[in-house]
Nanobody, 124 residues
Framework: QVQLVESGGGLVQSGGSLRLSCAASGRTFSSSAMGWFRQAPGEEREFVAT????????YYADSVKGRFTISRDNAKNTVYLQMNSLKPEDTAVYYC?????????????????WGQGTQVTVSS
C-alpha cells in the first residue's frame, strides 16, 4: 500500500515557477514508477510526466516538454515536479500517482495509488 500527499501548489503569475512535491508512505515507493497528472474543470485527467523506479527514465506530455521536470529522491520517498515558464493553460489540480505494474506510463488507468491533488492556478 502506498499513500501519497501532494504539496506546493498555489497561485503564480504567467511565466513564473512552482515546485510540486509528492511524499509517499509505505515501503514500496522505490519499487514504484511515479506519474504526475492534471485535471482542469470540465476536462479529463491529463498526463503530465512519468519517471521510472530509479529515476533514469522520464517522459513528458508535449504540452509541458522543456518547461517541466520530474525527479525523485528515493531516500526521502518523494517525487517532484518542477514547473517553469508557467502558462494560464497549466491551471489545474495536479495529482501524483504510483504504479507497481509498469516501468513508466502515461495512462492514468495504469496507476494504482493516487494523492488528493494540489491546485495550481496561473494568472495571465
Amino acid at each position: 500500500q502506498v499513500q501519497l500527499v501532494e504539496s506546493g501548489g498555489g497561485l503564480v503569475q504567467s511565466g513564473g515557477s512552482l515546485r510540486l512535491s509528492c511524499a509517499a508512505s509505505g515501503r514500496t515507493f522505490s519499487s514504484s514508477a511515479m506519474g504526475w497528472f492534471r485535471q482542469a474543470p470540465g476536462e479529463e485527467r491529463e498526463f503530465v510526466a512519468t519517471i521510472n523506479r530509479s529515476g533514469s527514465s522520464t517522459y513528458y506530455a508535449d504540452s509541458v516538454k522543456g518547461r517541466f521536470t520530474i525527479s525523485r529522491d528515493n531516500a526521502k520517498n518523494t517525487v517532484y515536479l518542477q514547473m517553469n515558464s508557467l502558462k494560464p493553460e497549466d491551471t489545474a489540480v495536479y495529482y501524483c500517482a504510483a504504479t507497481n505494474s509498469y516501468s513508466t506510463s502515461r495512462y492514468y488507468t495504469h496507476y494504482n495509488y493516487w494523492g488528493q491533488g494540489t491546485q495550481v492556478t496561473v494568472s495571465s
